[in-house]
């Protein structure tokens, strides 16, 4: 039978678009879902893998915390020097004790950090991604983000973004390019 | 076997085999339902399903029910310019002689308004509603947050 609905195709490269600074020249400060604080000089000399979400988001999020859990696996020992960060678009829900809760459903090397809004509002700006808040009728609401998975080596340069909607075959060679 | 899920209601011991089993309603089959863990009631749930059609007529999937949300919504995740959103879909199309699927990444149920947490291997049912076919339910299996689907020994029908 044909098959209509999700598929994921290639998405088309956001054209123009201009490039996260580098770790070494971010200047965000937030905190992990263990309660410590993390700067972007923490993560100096380490490869780094950084995607943006909210732990009320049902699709999207666990989805794509579920292909990374896979590709580290895939990876083996060979990640685990990389940093691997989920941060929050949405610190308003997103405690650490939220975070720490919903990362521990996933490959243990990934972090969950939060913080004030200015200071997730400065992260998202330093890697160039957009989120907003989607307001519901019931009073409820939920958040637009970016959904790219940011790539960068461990000197700090961005490397590339696995796209969400890209085929997932080209993740593991994408993040095994900055593991060297 | 209609009856047989309408009459099964939020049992806590599923078997695995639940999402795998097929329900048909006139020409259109539906199978692996699935969830996935939430954590607490207050956050949404998700609902996953496959419909095949193999009549010579278009539906159209127009709603969901549930005892297990206050709220269920057909939504779609749309990733426009690389940002994720997912828009309220009125009318989730099975055109004649095609299958269509809710899943990761795409067309999915939103369960707002949880009645409690769900927890892996906890089952629901979920009552779908087409254009033309009707009405029908299928069992839903709640698996972990990181499943990316049931494991059905059929490769589908
Ligand atoms: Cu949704």
């Known amino acids: 039978m044909l098959g209509v609905g999700a598929y994921r195709t290639r998405s088309r490269p956001a054209l123009g678009a201009v490039l996260p600074v580098p770790i070494s020249e971010m200047t965000w400060q937030l905190t992990d879902e263990k309660n410590q604080s993390v700067r972007p000089a923490d993560w100096i000399d380490r490869p780094v893998m950084v995607f943006f979400g909210f732990t009320w988001c049902p699709d999207v999020c666990p989805t794509t915390l579920s292909d990374i859990s896979l590709w580290l696996e895939e990876l083996g020992a060979e990640a685990d020097r990389l940093i691997v960060a989920l941060i929050s678009v949405d610190p308003e829900r997103d405690t650490p004790d939220a975070l720490a809760a919903y990362v521990g459903n996933f490959d243990p090397r990934i972090l969950g950090l939060t913080g004030s809004a200015d200071e997730v509002a400065r992260a998202a700006s330093e890697f160039r991604m957009t989120y907003r808040r989607v307001d519901k009728d019931d009073g409820d609401y939920t958040m637009d983000h970016t959904a790219g998975v940011f790539l960068f080596y461990p000197d700090g340069r961005f490397a590339s973004i696995i796209d969400f909607h890209e085929d997932r075959r080209f993740a593991v060679p994408k993040i095994r390019r900055t593991l060297s | ?157």
């Open chain 2, 1 to 157: 076997m209609k009856h047989l899920l309408l009459a099964a209601t939020l049992s806590l011991t599923a078997s695995a085999a639940l999402a795998c089993e097929t329900v048909t309603v006139g020409d259109l089959s539906v199978e692996h339902g699935w969830s996935k863990v939430t954590i607490g009631a207050g956050r949404p749930g998700v609902f996953y399903v496959s419909i095949s059609n193999s009549g010579a007529t278009d539906d159209a999937l127009v709603g969901i029910s549930t005892p297990a949300a206050g709220m269920p919504m057909l939504h779609e995740t749309v990733v426009k310019d690389g940002v994720a959103s997912m828009p309220h879909a009125m009318s989730i199309p099975v055109p004649a002689g095609q299958s269509v699927q809710l899943s990761p990444g795409g067309y999915h149920g939103m369960l707002m308004g949880l009645t409690a947490a769900l927890k892996e291997g906890d089952s629901f049912p979920v009552t779908l509603s087409f254009e033309k076919a009707g009405e029908v339910t299928v069992n839903v299996e709640v698996l972990s947050l990181r499943a990316e689907g049931p494991d059905c020994a059929d490769a589908g029908q």
